[in-house]
């Protein structure tokens, strides 16, 4: 009997299986690419953190100083609190909204990144049939490592 490593053999049907959450996880690109979003949005985030800060400032400062601060004083502080609480909303939204889109925009290029890597396995190996979401699938068909290497590879 004819066996081969990481696969199945029916009637000369060679089948693997891909681990396609673990490679959306691990891949080398997947990981440059989080870092890359994070880079990209740092500024953006220091910026939201700072309103944040300085909200938490004002309010300590207005509940702190109220009885002895001027209504002049109080109210400017009061407007400038609800101005900056506008920013920090309108601010938070854009960045999640522009965060969402830019990781979609990167999660589908490392999808076809991965995609060609286990064609590529596939292709090389001499596969049939390779299958992401089994209802079960025995540790000798899993070829997930080797697409990992594939990756590795192509960084």
Do not use: C, H
């Not at 880079?39 to 939201?48: A, D, G, I, W």
């Not at 540790?139 to 192509?154: A, F, G, H, M």
């Amino acid at each position: 009997m004819m066996g081969y490593s990481s696969s199945v053999s029916a009637q000369g049907t060679k089948i693997g299986y891909v681990d396609t959450p673990r490679l959306m996880k691990e891949a080398p690109q997947v990981i440059a690419s989080q870092k890359m979003l994070e880079e990209e949005f740092s500024e953006r985030q220091q910026m939201l953190k700072s309103y944040q800060q300085e909200i938490a400032d004002l309010e300590a400062d207005i509940q702190k100083n109220s009885l002895i601060m001027s209504s002049d004083e109080q109210s400017q502080k009061e407007r400038r609190l609800r101005e900056l609480q506008r920013l920090l909303k309108r601010g938070s939204e854009e960045y999640r909204e522009d965060v969402s889109l830019r990781r979609n925009e990167e999660l589908t290029k490392v999808q076809i990144i991965v995609r060609e890597a286990v064609m590529t396995v596939a292709v090389a190996e001499g596969y049939n049939l390779i299958v992401e979401f089994p209802v079960y699938a025995s540790p000798e068909v899993n070829i997930t490592n080797k697409v990992l290497d594939q990756l590795s590879k192509q960084r």
